[in-house]
Antibody
Framework: QVQLVQSGAEVKKPGASVKVSCKVS????????MHWVRQAPGKGLEWMGG????????IYAQKFQGRVTMTEDTSTDTAYMELSSLRSEDTAVYYC????????????WGQGTLVTVSS | DIQMTQSPSTLSASVGDRVTITCRAS??????LAWYQQKPGKAPKLLIY???SLESGVPSRFSGSGSGTEFTLTISSLQPDDFATYYC????????FGQGTKVEIK
């Protein structure tokens, strides 16, 4: 059974960067397709990017291209999402979510990491 | 990009009601659609994948149907635990979520 455990809440100033981690257990990271989804307060779910098993590449949503970097450390089965040039509109809960063995739906999800951007 | 539109945005219903939520895609996505349930302060939970396949452990009162551009999530008899927000998601071309449907107590 896959479990995803994310790093704790962060408070950042505008213009800074944040790096959120997602530790995998129950499977190895190489067996999973990791994605990142965010949810601003009171708003819906927004896909930021993730691994496309058909292309074998990480794809970013156009909205975040140039500001987001998603990486993986297979030695520790930990995925990372770094978002730069933060602004107040980036205040949100950030989730990692995964597909298993090529599945393109998301199950399970991490518990979420609140990132607050405030001066 | 494929846009997903859910209706209604909010739905008021009573325990025991049959509830239907609709999700429309801006272009055909075949059956590449999932449904999630989210409760306040919690991560989303997968209910349905491939438009109509019920995730293991999800009660049978939940069902999904549709293909192409129009899809529905039906709860056959609404239970107290079902009051939540529901999202559809397409994964035919990249990934996109609908804006959500909040199911409230009437």
């Amino acid at each position: 059974q896959v479990q995803l455990v994310q790093s704790g809440a962060e408070v950042k100033k505008p213009g800074a960067s944040v790096k959120v981690s997602c530790k995998v257990s129950g499977y190895t990271l190489t067996e999973l397709s990791m994605h990142w989804v965010r949810q601003a307060p009171g708003k819906g779910l927004e896909w930021m990017g993730g691994f496309d098993p058909e292309d074998g590449e990480t794809i970013y949503a156009q909205k975040f291209q140039g500001r987001v970097t998603m990486t993986e450390d297979t030695s520790t089965d930990t995925a990372y999402m770094e978002l730069s040039s933060l602004r107040s509109e980036d205040t949100a809960v950030y989730y990692c979510a995964t597909g298993i063995s090529g599945d393109n739906w998301f199950d399970p999800w991490g518990q979420g990491t609140l990132v607050t951007v405030s001066s | 990009d494929i846009q997903m539109t859910q209706s209604p945005s909010t739905l008021s219903a009573s325990v025991g009601d049959r509830v239907t939520i609709t999700c429309r895609a801006s272009q055909s996505i075949s059956s590449w659609l999932a449904w999630y349930q989210q409760k306040p302060g919690k991560a989303p939970k997968l209910l349905i994948y491939k438009a109509s396949s019920l995730e293991s452990g999800v009660p049978s009162r939940f069902s999904g149907s549709g293909s192409g551009t129009e899809f529905t999530l039906t709860i056959s008899s609404l239970q107290p635990d079902d009051f939540a927000t529901y999202y559809c998601q397409q994964y035919n071309s990249l990934w996109t979520f609908g804006q959500g449907t909040k199911v409230e107590i009437k």
